[in-house]
């Protein structure tokens, strides 16, 4: 399985690999005939935060269907925040004064 696999996962033909969201063109990447390394898009700068539905688009590439897999990954800068969440949290130094680098005690529920 693993030789064929290897064999079999080159890309066959140059073409072009382009990235949707709804009608809008976020990326786009050609690759070439025998090209063993995957195509990459990095798209957190194009995309703003909310519900996404993205397309792929084909051109080229030759007859035999591309090798393909799929890795997503997501990050956001701030955790979600849910407005009916049941947490709160309240901290309470113990003092009213802190030289800079001493260290001070808290309180927090």
């Known amino acids: ?21 709804g009608g809008r063109k976020l990326a786009e990447q050609k690759f070439a005939a025998g090209q063993h390394e995957p195509v990459d898009f990095e798209l957190w700068s194009l995309l703003p935060p909310g519900e996404h539905e993205l397309r792929l688009e084909l ?14 990954a997501y990050h956001g800068e701030l955790p979600a925040d849910d407005p ?3 947490i709160a949290i309240a901290t309470r130094l113990f003092a009213q004064k ?12």
């Open 1 to 21: 399985m693993s030789a064929y696999s290897e064999a079999h996962r080159v890309l066959p033909a140059d073409g072009t690999l382009a990235v949707f969201a």
């Open 59 to 72: 051109t080229g590439g030759g007859e035999q269907p591309l090798p393909w897999a799929c890795d997503l």
């Open 84 to 86: 009916d969440g049941a």
């Open 98 to 109: 802190v030289e800079e680098g001493r260290t001070v005690g808290s309180r927090s529920r």
